[in-house]
C-alpha cells in the first residue's frame, strides 16, 4: 500500500463544475505538496502546505493534519484545468525526499 | 527566464547504449533531484543532490550514476540501458533539503529504449 493515496483516481466534469480531489497519507508530514501536470508533460506545483488551507485563484488546498488528509478545490472549472493532479508529501523524518501519490486525471469538457 | 532545464528532451536509443540527460538550473538552489515517471504516470525519487553531495539514493540500479559538478548542475548517466528504463525522468531543485521548501521542475526528458 502506498503512502500517499489519491481519489478519484479518474474524474470528469463539466465545465463550471466544482471540483474536489483527495490526498490521503499514512505517515507524518512536514509538508504536503499539490502539482499539476499538463498533458504535455510538465509538472507545476501548485500548492505547498503543512497546515490550514490555501487559496490561489480558482485553486484551494485543505489539509488536516490530524486526519492526514488533504483535498484540492478547483471551482469553476474550466477545459484548460484537465491536468493530471499529483499530491506529494515530505515526510518528517525524510528531509527532502518526496512520496508521490498515483495522480488524478482530471477532464473537463465544454 | 528557464529556471530548470533538461536536455534532451526526447531520448530514444537501442538496448544496451550508454546515454547521459543533463539538468540545470538557474534558481540557486542548493538541493537537486532526479525522479522517474513510469508509464503509469507514477513518480518516484531516485537520487537528491545537495551542494554536489549525494543525500539521496533509492533503490536505483547501479547502472544509474548521478553527477554534480556544481551545485547548478546534476546530470544522470545510464550506463548497458534496458527496457525497463524506458520512462519519463524529472529533474528538480529546491532551495534546502528540509523544512518548507518548494521544490521547482524541469520538463522532463522522455526516454524510449528499443
Known amino acids: 500500500k502506498n503512502e500517499v493515496e489519491q481519489s478519484p483516481q479518474n474524474l470528469t466534469a463539466q465545465e463550471g463544475e466544482f471540483i474536489t480531489i483527495n490526498c490521503s497519507y499514512s505517515v507524518g508530514i512536514s509538508a504536503l505538496h499539490w502539482l499539476q501536470q499538463h498533458p504535455g508533460g510538465g509538472i507545476v506545483s501548485l500548492f505547498m502546505?503543512?497546515?490550514g488551507k490555501k487559496k490561489h485563484g480558482r485553486l484551494i488546498a485543505t489539509i488536516n493534519i490530524q486526519e492526514k488528509h488533504s483535498s484540492l478545490h478547483i471551482t469553476a472549472s474550466h477545459p484548460r484545468d484537465s491536468a493530471v493532479y499529483i499530491c506529494?508529501?515530505?515526510?518528517?523524518?525524510?528531509?527532502?525526499?518526496?512520496?508521490f501519490g498515483e495522480g488524478t486525471q482530471l477532464t473537463v469538457n465544454p | 527566464d528557464t529556471a530548470v532545464s533538461q536536455t534532451p528532451k526526447y531520448l530514444v536509443t537501442q538496448m544496451g547504449n550508454d546515454k547521459s540527460i543533463k539538468c540545470e538550473q538557474n534558481l540557486g538552489h542548493d538541493t537537486m533531484y532526479w525522479y522517474k515517471q513510469d508509464s503509469k504516470k507514477f513518480l518516484k525519487i531516485m537520487f537528491s543532490?545537495?551542494?554536489?553531495?549525494?543525500?539521496i539514493n533509492e533503490t536505483v540500479p547501479n547502472r544509474f550514476s548521478p553527477k554534480s559538478p556544481d551545485k547548478a548542475h546534476l546530470n544522470l548517466h545510464i550506463n548497458s540501458l534496458e527496457l525497463g528504463d524506458s520512462a519519463v525522468y524529472f529533474c528538480?531543485?529546491?532551495?534546502?533539503?528540509?523544512?518548507?521548501?518548494?521544490?521547482?521542475f524541469g520538463p522532463g526528458t522522455r526516454l524510449t529504449v528499443l
Open positions: 543532490y545537495n551542494n554536489k553531495e549525494l543525500i
Open positions: 528538480a531543485s529546491s532551495q534546502a533539503t528540509s523544512g518548507y521548501n518548494e521544490q521547482f
Open positions: 506529494a508529501v515530505r515526510s518528517e523524518t525524510s528531509g527532502s525526499r518526496l512520496t
Open positions: 502546505l503543512s497546515s
